[in-house]
C-alpha cells in the first residue's frame, strides 16, 4: 500500500505547481500586447466581450478569496453578478485596473498557500466546510477555463500579435 504525503509535502507540491508550473496560458500571456481598441470587441455568436472575460475572471476570483477569508462576505447573485452587464463597456485604464486586481489575488492565494499559519486542507467553518485548497483549486480552474476561451477568441478575431510564437 501506497504511503500517503505529509501535508507539508503536499502543500509544497500545490504551492509549486500554482508559481512554476505553465501547462495553461497565462494572464500576462493573454493579454499581451493587446490592442486597447478591441478590449470591447465581442466576436461573432458571443455576447461577451475580452474585458467581460476578464472581469468575469476577476469577480470570480475575489469571490473565492473572500468566500474563504472573510465570515462578513456577501458573493454576488448567480449568474449575473458574476459577469458585467452584456452592454457594459471599459476603457484603457478599466481594462488595467481589471487585468491589476486579478493579479494582486492571484498573489493574494500565492501568500496563503505559502503561510504555515494556514491549515489549507482544513474545513473552514464560515465557508460552508469548504477548504482553502478547494477554493484555490476552483479559482486555477477558472481561470484557466476563461484565458483559453480568451485566447481562442482572440485567434479568432485575429488579434495576436504578427511576431507571437506559439508554443
Known sequence: MAKA????DARRLIHEVFTTESSHMSLDEAVADFPVGSINAKTP????????ILEHIRIAQ?????Y??????VSPSWPDGY???PDA?????????TIATIKKDLKRIDQLLADPKVDIFAPVPFANGKSVLRCVFLAIDHNSYHLGEFGI???TM???PRNRKDA
Not at 5 to 8: A, L, N, R, S
Open 68 to 73: 474563504v477569508q472573510n465570515a462578513k462576505h
Open 89 to 97: 463597456t471599459t476603457d484603457a485604464a478599466g481594462w488595467k485596473r
Open 62 to 66: 475575489t469571490d473565492l478569496l473572500e
Open 158 to 160: 485575429n488579434l495576436w
Open 45 to 52: 455568436n458571443v455576447p461577451f466581450s475580452f474585458w467581460h
Open 5 to 8: 504525503m505529509p501535508k507539508m
Open 83 to 85: 459577469w458585467p452587464k
Open 153 to 155: 477568441l482572440r485567434q
